[in-house]
């Protein structure tokens, strides 16, 4: 608990205070401006508690998950017993490492490839020109 009280964690709470405060005061306002005739102020009527909420929420959040790792912290695991001589270390299961797995090089002899690379090249070549105006484009709708 004490770990909330820190100048960091201070800021945080008054930050979240302040903006609780803020929207729903602005949901006040625009609540006045409802009933005085202003028949869009009422989206913004309900708008702003919203906010409000969602600030709660993510406050509420961040507190939980500073609880629980303080307590990981705290709770430090006893080390594994040595194994006896002669027999194997027991077997810890661990979760696996995703590997982000690279995707296929593209083969070197691809005609449509060097074809779309020229094709950009003369784009990069000529800023003023019109994808039509490339002289390289063969339409297959012309006979």
């Known amino acids: 608990m ?3 009280w820190t100048p960091a964690w201070i800021a945080r709470h008054v930050v979240a205070l302040v903006l ?8 006040w306002w ?8 202003n028949t869009l102020s009422w989206g913004y009527t309900f708008e702003w508690p919203v906010f ?3 600030v709660v929420f993510l406050w509420f959040r961040e507190v939980q998950q500073e609880l ?16 006896e ?3 194997s270390a027991p077997v810890t299961v661990r979760r696996p490492v995703r590997v982000q797995s690279s995707s296929p090089a593209a083969p070197a002899d691809d005609p449509e490839l060097d074809a779309y690379n020229d094709y950009l090249a ?7 020109a019109r994808p039509g105006d490339y002289p390289g484009r063969q339409s297959s709708t012309k006979q």
């Open 30 to 37: 625009q609540f006045s401006r409802a009933t005085g005739g």
């Open 2 to 4: 004490r770990a909330l």
């Open 85 to 87: 001589p002669g027999t």
């Open 122 to 128: 003369w784009l990069n070549a000529h800023p003023g």
């Open 20 to 27: 609780v405060a803020g929207f729903l005061g602005l949901g």
């Open 52 to 54: 409000a909420l969602f």
């Open 68 to 83: 629980r790792s303080g307590r990981a912290r705290q709770e430090t695991p006893e080390p594994a017993p040595e194994p």
